[in-house]
């Protein structure tokens, strides 16, 4: 098993910006791909960016120029920096880890952006 532990978030108006970061511990592998999704009411949960532990990213598109996503593979620990928010961003982020077969959840964290 591997635990996942998000922190950051919160309330911010719209242009600002927050950081979320999330750790993830246990049953860990050198190999894995970490990364964030999130969801609004009433919609699938979404992806916003993801990163191997190659370095290798993939970021939906409404994101790109402004959330960079970034990793510590000594702390296993990814973390995502969003600029310029928007009400579009707003939602619960999912930290995401997958290794093999095996995904992993956080248990989401709140970003609300307001107008």
């Known amino acids: 098993q591997v635990q996942l532990v998000e922190s950051g978030g919160g309330l911010v108006q719209a242009g600002e910006s927050l950081s979320l970061s999330c750790a993830a511990s246990?049953?860990?592998?050198?190999?894995?791909?970490m990364g964030w999704y999130r969801q609004t009411p009433g919609k699938q949960r979404e992806l916003v960016a993801i990163?191997?532990?190659?370095?290798?990213?993939n970021m939906v598109d409404s994101v790109k120029g402004r959330f960079t996503i970034s990793r510590d593979n000594a702390k296993n620990t990814v973390y995502l920096q969003m600029n310029n928010l928007n009400s579009e961003d707003s939602g619960v982020y999912f930290c995401?880890?997958?290794?093999?077969?095996?995904?992993?959840w956080g248990q989401g964290t709140q970003v609300t952006v307001s107008l």
């Open positions: 990163i191997s532990s190659g370095g290798i990213r």
């Open positions: 995401y880890y997958r290794t093999g077969q095996a995904t992993y």
């Open positions: 246990g049953n860990t592998f050198s190999i894995n791909t």
